[in-house]
């Protein structure tokens, strides 16, 4: 079965420092790949995603990602990070290109300083 | 174009009630997927929808169950409630085409007394 493992349960960073949050999958085939926020009493919202091809893909508010294969990582990124990037962040793995099937990893929370 | 969204967004029931929790997927949407979350457990996937169809289920009990109608709306129900059911509930839609992902609503909370 896949599973997703987020090593780091709580980060913190201060403004303006750049951001790498670690997540790696566990899955025979090709993953398809995905990395969501979730900020206080909301849902989850799309940051970037991985399905095939370049393998340093780019998102929402300035995050990309880099899959590497050898490592079974998908690691999340981000060069300058802003206060309001505080929140709760999960990577996701799905078995079919349709990604109906998510499963996720136990999320990495983010604490922003000033 | 209107997000997908979840009624009611709060819920307060006691153990052994049964309760029906409602999505409405993004226009043109027709698989809908929904997922439990809790402190202890995370993000859990509960079952998929697709054209009225159960395509995929998780690891819940037969009291958490589904439905979902021609304009592809869903809606889930937990019958006899436990205290272990206290949880965010998330709902998901996506137009189910390779390369395509799930968008998500804003939950409904649910608290068992």
């Known amino acids: 079965a896949q599973s997703v493992t987020q090593p780091d349960i709580h980060i913190t960073v201060s403004e303006g420092a750049s951001l790498e949050l670690r997540c790696n999958y566990s899955y025979g085939a090709t993953p398809y790949l995905f990395w969501y926020v979730q900020s206080p009493g909301q849902g989850l919202q799309l940051l970037l995603k991985y399905f095939s091809g370049d393998t340093l893909v780019q998102g929402i508010k300035g995050f990309e990602a880099e899959f590497k294969r050898s490592q079974s990582s998908f690691n999340l990124r981000k060069p300058s990070v802003h206060w309001s990037d505080a929140a709760e962040y999960f990577c996701a793995v799905a078995d079919t290109g349709t990604a109906s099937k998510l499963t996720f990893g136990t999320g990495t929370r983010l604490q922003v300083t000033l | 174009k209107a997000g997908v969204t979840q009624t009611p967004r709060y819920l307060i029931k006691t153990r052994g009630q049964q309760v029906t929790l409602s999505c409405s997927p993004i226009?043109?949407?027709?698989?809908v997927s929904w997922y439990q979350q809790t402190p202890g457990q995370g993000l859990q996937f509960l079952f998929e929808y697709f054209s009225e169809t159960q395509r995929n289920k998780g690891n819940f009990p037969g009291r958490f169950s589904g439905r979902q109608f021609s304009n592809s709306r869903s809606e889930m129900n937990v019958s006899t409630l436990e205290l272990g059911d206290s949880a965010l509930y998330l709902c998901?839609?996506?137009?189910?085409?390779?390369?395509?992902?799930?968008?998500f609503g804003d939950g409904t909370r649910l608290s068992i007394l």
């Open positions: 998901a839609s996506s137009l189910s085409e390779v390369g395509q992902p799930q968008h």
């Open positions: 226009s043109g949407h027709r698989s």
